[in-house]
């Protein structure tokens, strides 16, 4: 159910791996090293990697009782990836395998420590209450295009196909670099957030409604904080409109740009908002 509604999160975070001999955990897939499945934190090594679905034991050997990791890709880097490569390999140092250990995982959600039923039912009503409130309703409250509020759905719920998502599903992609501005990958966060192109639509925004906010990286915290404390519905619901209005317009000039060949325009995307 988590899976397929995209509740998964949170879910992984209640396993926690305990590396033995590295036979078991999947080096892609698993959440082992606490920062979340390697084949999302790293999704463009990922899609280089020449095997998917590894184990953790099969990607390095032992050399006079020290572990020593030999990732394998189906090419070499290019200049900007390879910072890439050294951050997985800082992750990698700090782990230990074990011989003649089994992995094992243990399940921690509060106070209960084997996993139950009881226990996911109780993970997935957290995932449900804590994590976006409201935040749907809010966004299907807004009179928006409903075209543009379901690009924002997409955007909030990371469904938008950006290079990244294409390659966390496998998919590669001739050129990964955000067409917008050409300094980063583009992933959900960048194009519509990070990016100097949407900073400065967002600034354009912010001044033409004589406010000023924080421009928060991650899209649930930033349509969530965008609004006005003690606000009535209605005016929320015009901010709503307004958040929906810049993130489908970024998402249609993207597209114009890299379809129709169509120049990078700031001031074009603000007028059409
Ligand atoms: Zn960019």
Request: net charge negative; with cysteine.
């Amino acid at each position: 159910m988590w899976a397929s509604e995209g509740w998964g999160g949170n879910f992984e975070d209640a396993i926690n791996w305990k590396v033995g001999d590295g036979r078991v955990i999947s080096f892609w897939e698993d959440s082992w090293l606490n920062c979340g499945a390697l084949k999302k934190v790293f999704s463009r090594l990922f899609s280089f990697s020449t095997v998917k679905d590894a184990k953790v034991a099969q990607l390095g050997s032992w050399n006079n009782g020290v572990w020593v990791w030999s990732l394998e890709w189906r090419r070499s880097f290019f200049e900007w990836e390879k910072p890439l490569e050294s951050r997985l390999l800082q992750f990698l140092l700090g782990t230990r395998l074990v011989l003649g250990e089994t992995d094992n995982w243990l399940w921690e959600v509060g106070e209960f420590q084997n996993y139950s039923v009881t226990s996911a039912y109780v993970l997935l009503r957290r995932d449900r209450e804590e994590v976006l409130p409201n935040v749907y309703s809010r966004l299907w409250r807004c009179k928006a295009l409903p075209s543009a509020t379901l690009t924002a759905w997409r955007v909030l719920e990371n469904r938008i196909a950006t290079s990244v998502n294409l390659e966390s599903r496998g998919i590669v992609v001739d050129n990964p670099l955000c067409c917008l501005c050409g300094m980063e990958e583009e992933s959900n966060c960048h194009l519509f957030f990070v990016c100097r192109f949407a900073w400065l639509v967002w600034c354009l925004c912010f001044e033409w409604l004589g406010v000023t906010f924080v421009i928060h990286s991650d899209p649930v915290l930033n349509f969530i904080q965008f609004g006005m404390c003690n606000a009535s519905g209605q005016i929320n619901e015009f901010w709503g409109v307004i958040w929906v209005g810049v993130v489908s317009e970024i998402w249609k000039h993207r597209n114009n740009v890299i379809f129709n060949r169509e120049k990078v325009d700031v001031l074009e995307v603000f007028a059409l908002v």
